[in-house]
């Protein structure tokens, strides 16, 4: 697909719904008493896998298109699917989804596509086996396929080495089976959506700085959930209202949770016109309005635990960071190297591609910003964050930028190209 400069970028947005919660929304309503009605659902292709697989374990689901009813289990409701559960492309399936079924009473086994069988799943493998879970890289490689024999989950205190959501949740969705409380202390807080969402459901769960505790269990209520829009999907639009010319976006719906909000501390330290309104909350989620207009931006460091609250944004803050003035800094961002791909490699061979002035390190990247960006041909990796980051770049790119294999912005965010080109 070929993308080239934009003069402007003019008009007002709706974002899709949070990938990270609509994924949150099926697995508790699948695990609850009676019936759960999500809104504003994300119909990408991981949120789509996740509900796959609880229909596969005995779970009616409808999807409206504008919604999905989900007619709850139980927490013990759960049946062994008649064939392997695929969760695509989607980590966030694949990691909590674990942490579920290592408490039935049942044998599966767990795949995904080619990107998912080269991601890491050690680290929700360890802790899980901490709690007495069978849980067995089928290859020997600590990669999915996965098999996983349910057995009685025992309660644990589990210091996690990195700061992710993932394992977090995987850990305390075990916890829901074990036989004491389960609780996870982070280096950084990662994202809180599966604190927030599972005490909504009834769920017993407190938080006390990096640590999170739940008591084995409840009994889940079904609710009604209203998503809020994803600020990863959102952040395209900000930063493409920050760098192309004459711009001004208002963009509706976006979820502002403090463990998500990193880019628009990045953006604020960096010089950006970004004004909040209409804030309000929504299903427990911060949400406001962004009105996004173009920017003189200056390079800034990105460091620590900041880190966590940005992951998915940190190609698309890359970019921004080379249209700065001066040298913008990321490091502790190690993690972004077992994502779909290995985003900092990706990041500094495109951005290189493209004229900037970019130096790799082993957990980050040195970006010396302010040169014109030029057209490049962009292999995305089949990576939806890539793929999109470097649409956005091509606005401020001399010439046509190339990129392959496009279409895989399916997986987050569907409609992403049309709603790029309803504001030229």
């Excluded at 829901?176 to 017993?204: C, I, K, Q, W």
């Excluded at 008591?215 to 209203?226: A, D, H, I, S, Y």
């Excluded at 001066?326 to 502790?332: L, M, S």
Aim: with cysteine; hydrophobic share 40%.
């Amino acid at each position: 697909m070929e993308f080239k400069q934009a003069k402007f970028l003019k008009g007002i947005i709706r974002i899709p719904g949070d990938k990270s919660i609509s994924h949150r929304a099926v697995m508790f309503g699948a695990l609850s008493q009676g019936k759960t009605w999500v809104t504003n659902f994300l119909q990408g292709a991981d949120c789509l896998s996740t509900i796959d697989c609880f229909r596969k374990m005995g779970v009616d689901i409808q999807n409206h298109g504008d919604g999905v009813l989900i007619d709850g289990n139980g927490l013990h409701g759960l049946f062994k699917p008649k064939s392997v559960l695929d969760t695509g492309n989607s980590g966030t399936t694949t990691r909590l989804i674990s942490g579920i079924l290592a408490g039935q009473n049942f044998t599966c086994e767990l795949t995904g596509d080619e990107s998912i069988q080269s991601r890491p799943m050690g680290r929700i493998m360890k802790p899980l086996a901490m709690m007495g879970a069978d849980i067995q890289s089928i290859r020997g490689n600590d990669c999915a396929p996965l098999l996983i024999k349910g057995t009685p989950l025992h309660g644990i205190h589990y210091d996690s080495p990195v700061a992710s959501a993932q394992v977090k949740s995987c850990v305390l969705l075990a916890g829901l089976y074990a036989d004491a409380p389960t609780s996870v202390t982070e280096p950084a807080l990662s994202r809180d959506h599966t604190e927030l969402m599972l005490s909504a459901f009834g769920a017993n769960i407190t938080s006390e700085g990096t640590t999170a505790t739940i008591l084995p269990n409840p009994e889940l209520q079904g609710q009604k959930v209203q998503v809020p829009g994803d600020i990863s999907s959102a952040a395209y639009f900000i930063a493409a209202g920050l760098m192309v010319p004459n711009s001004e976006i208002y963009i509706k719906n976006v979820g502002i949770n403090p463990t998500r909000d990193g880019i628009l501390q990045v953006c604020k330290a960096m010089g950006a016109d970004i004004t909040y309104e209409n804030q309000h909350t929504v299903s427990g989620e911060p949400v406001a309005d962004l009105l996004v207009r173009t920017s003189t931006l200056h390079g800034t460091t990105i460091e620590g635990s900041l880190i966590p609250t940005l992951i998915d944004e940190l190609p698309m803050i890359a970019i921004l960071a080379a249209c700065a003035d001066g040298t913008t800094v990321i490091r502790d961002a190690q993690e972004l190297r077992v994502k779909e791909s290995d985003r900092l490699a990706i990041i500094v061979d495109s951005l290189t591609s493209m004229g900037v002035d970019i130096t790799g390190t082993s957990d980050g990247m040195i970006i010396n910003g302010g040169r014109p960006l030029h057209g490049a041909f962009i292999d995305s990796h089949k990576d939806h964050r890539i793929a999109m980051s470097f649409a956005i770049a091509a606005l401020v790119a001399d010439g046509i930028t190339q990129i392959k294999d496009a279409d895989c912005v399916n997986i987050s965010y569907p409609d992403f190209y049309k709603d790029l080109q309803s504001l030229m």
